[in-house]
């Protein structure tokens, strides 16, 4: 099972990687653009070291405040919340929170 999940954030933080770099690609060119929306959607799903790296590498929307706020939270989020999951499992992560919570 951690397998799986490693897998899902490996394949999220290539995809958020390669749409910030497409994203700068289209905005050079004037062509159409990622929404910010979707950005931010892949970030949360698990992609924010792989969107934070795009933005540095591309340098793109390294001077919005909102993707320069917003990124590194949503990656503490995704550190704090699915990268455990992959360490130690789904069921074991559960557990874990659930134990803590009603402690």
Not at 54 to 59: N, T
Not at 64 to 79: D, E, G, K, R, Y
């Amino acid at each position: 099972m951690n397998i799986l999940i490693i897998i899902y954030l490996l394949i999220i933080n290539i995809f958020g990687f390669s749409q910030m770099l497409y994203d700068k690609k289209q905005a050079k060119a004037s062509q159409q653009r990622i929404p910010e929306k979707t950005l931010f959607l892949v970030a949360a799903l698990g992609g924010a070291l792989g969107t934070f790296i795009g933005m540095q590498v591309a340098r793109h929307k390294t001077k919005h405040w909102s993707f320069l706020i917003a990124i590194p939270f949503l990656f503490v989020l995704n550190v704090v919340i699915l990268y455990p999951m992959a360490i130690f499992g789904i069921n074991n992560w559960i557990t874990y929170v659930i134990h803590f919570l009603t402690k």
